[in-house]
């Protein structure tokens, strides 16, 4: 099936807009959803404390080592985050410089303005791909040179969630020992069924 030349820009425009959100919010995605972000961690985590002090009925000692194990479990997350984020920042910095390069000096201070705005207008999708089209104008041969630049980005971010993964998921196996420690044989069972819906959780997002 073919397509005008409108329609195509505006395909290019939608998957742009796509791409950028991906890029540019990648490194939030992957600590705030693959290690649940430390900073916004403590009420996930009291939220598992109290839905496990229910379902395993566990005693004010039990909850208070589970209390521990969980504050452990973020800080261990917290600094393998600190030592990630300097490397997710560079390349989030020299994709867009990439990006700016490609841009013509009229275009750039409307990227700049996308850049600023794009956490606000987030959930506004056509709001954003109207901007880019009034603002950008961006012509064919730049829309192929961002698809380039974005997937060596995706590539490199993936590179570094693959590095960083395996520190996660021993701290991650660690604490789920200390969990096993703490709980009665009678328990075992039940605290085996939580974490494996919090894995099941996690492989879905």
Do not use: C, H, W
């Not at 425009?13 to 890029?23: E, K, P, R, S």
């Not at 000692?61 to 589970?66: A, G, H, I, L, P």
């Not at 990630?84 to 750039?108: C, H």
């Amino acid at each position: 099936m073919e397509f005008s030349p409108n329609r195509r820009k505006a395909v290019a425009l939608v998957t742009l807009v796509f791409v950028l959100g991906i890029a540019f919010g990648i490194a939030g995605v992957l600590v705030g959803r693959r290690v649940s972000s430390a900073r916004n961690q403590g009420g996930g985590q009291s939220r598992q404390l109290s839905q496990l002090t229910r379902e395993l009925n566990l005693t004010p000692d039990q909850e208070m080592q589970f209390a521990q194990v969980l504050a452990d479990l973020r800080d261990r997350y917290e600094v393998i985050r600190d030592e990630m984020d300097p490397r997710l920042r560079e390349v989030r910095q020299q994709s867009r410089e990439r990006i700016r390069q490609i841009l013509t000096a009229e275009q750039r201070p409307g990227f700049d303005d996308f850049l600023r705005g794009s956490r606000n207008r987030r959930n506004d999708r056509t709001l954003t791909v109207t901007r880019l089209t009034q603002e950008l104008n961006l012509t064919a041969e730049q829309q192929a040179q961002l698809s380039e630049v974005l997937r060596d980005t995706r590539a490199r971010f993936e590179a570094l969630r693959q590095e960083m993964e395996p520190r996660f998921r021993e701290v991650r196996q660690q604490n789920r020992e200390r969990m096993r420690q703490i709980v009665t044989p009678e328990q075992r069972p039940g605290l085996e069924n939580f974490l494996q819906r919090l894995d099941d959780s996690r492989r879905r997002r």
